[in-house]
């Protein structure tokens, strides 16, 4: 079955990698009139995208009133269809018409402060606006090192790596080795990604509140400052429709560097919580963030209230 299957996942790869190299030359105009279109398909068709962000927002935004709920999630979807469709620009463009389309920049300061005292730099990228843009800029202006797991589609995976390496980038295993390579490159005094909004396997993370709830959320993050003496920002590349992106940089929640890990996680989801207030449509809310609450609940009837998927 799997040999069977190869020349559909060839296939597939490579009308993705078509669609990339035919969408990277055209205008932000014309990708954000797509997306406008895209999304709302998207939000009628696909059950489960849909589902999964009108939940979240239904827990994250409580007193929202529940027609504004829903135009919020049709709003986070075409958000998210023009992310993929800007996919062609971020990896593929001439380097200068993505560095023209980052129209503003704010608190590169933090950045340059932390390296001019000789410490190295954690940057939290949450799903939110283009995170591929803003990794083509950091990797453009500092050393960087960020961690990368294959994608699913495995014919692809050079697509992608070359994409996110082209401006120097040095992309790291989701391991141990992984790992050592951040500590090497924060003794460094350089600059390193870390997605703080993604659930880690089972042993790896703990319970923290998100919007109030709990989520299941990655301990490396206090490793890392605790054998390096490194500072940690928030950065996110949020979408001006059709004319480019404004790079935000965040001073990271001071509970970051608690060497208490429960303590460390809340502050790094009320980091991401900062930087989804920028704009709330633009951050990825059909992503699964309570999965594990809802896992390790099952089988408790008294815990009926946390079973949202």
Not at 41 to 54: G, I, K, N, W
Not at 125 to 142: D, I, R, T
Not at 271 to 278: D, G, Y
């Amino acid at each position: 079955m799997a040999k069977r299957n190869k020349p559909i996942h060839t296939l597939q790869a490579q009308a993705i990698a078509a669609l990339w190299h035919a969408l990277a030359g055209r205008r932000l105009t014309t990708l954000w009139r797509l997306a406008r279109w895209t999304g709302p398909l998207v939000h009628r068709f696909s059950q489960r995208e849909r589902e999964v962000t009108e939940i979240n927002l239904a827990q994250v935004y409580p007193d929202l009133d529940p027609a504004a709920r829903r135009r919020l999630a049709r709003e986070s979807l075409t958000h998210s269809a023009a992310t993929m469709l800007e996919l062609g620009l971020a990896w593929m463009a001439e380097p200068a018409r993505v560095e023209a389309a980052i129209v503003e920049v704010h608190g590169r300061e933090l950045l340059d402060e932390v390296r001019a005292e000789g410490r190295g730099v954690i940057v939290l990228a949450p799903h939110f606006g283009n995170w591929e843009v803003l990794n083509f800029w950091l990797s453009s202006h500092f050393p960087f090192t960020a961690m990368y797991e294959p994608p699913k589609l495995h014919r692809l995976d050079p697509v992608i790596r070359r994409g996110r390496e082209r401006m120097g980038a040095s992309l790291v295993p989701t391991n141990p080795r992984g790992v050592a390579a951040l500590l090497k490159a924060l003794k460094r005094s350089e600059a390193i990604g870390i997605l703080p909004d993604q659930e880690p396997s089972w042993g790896s993370g703990v319970f923290a509140p998100f919007f109030g709830r709990p989520a299941y959320t990655a301990t490396l993050l206090p490793k890392l400052v605790a054998r390096t003496e490194a500072r940690v920002v928030t950065g996110v590349a949020r979408r001006l429709p059709g004319q480019g992106f404004a790079l935000h940089f965040l001073p990271a929640d001071e509970r970051v560097y608690s060497p208490d890990e429960t303590e460390s996680a809340t502050g790094v989801n009320a980091s991401v919580e900062a930087a989804i207030a920028l704009d709330p449509a633009q951050y990825q809310w059909e992503y699964k963030r309570y999965r594990k609450v809802v896992q390790k609940l099952e089988g408790h009837p008294e815990h009926e209230s946390f079973r949202i998927y």
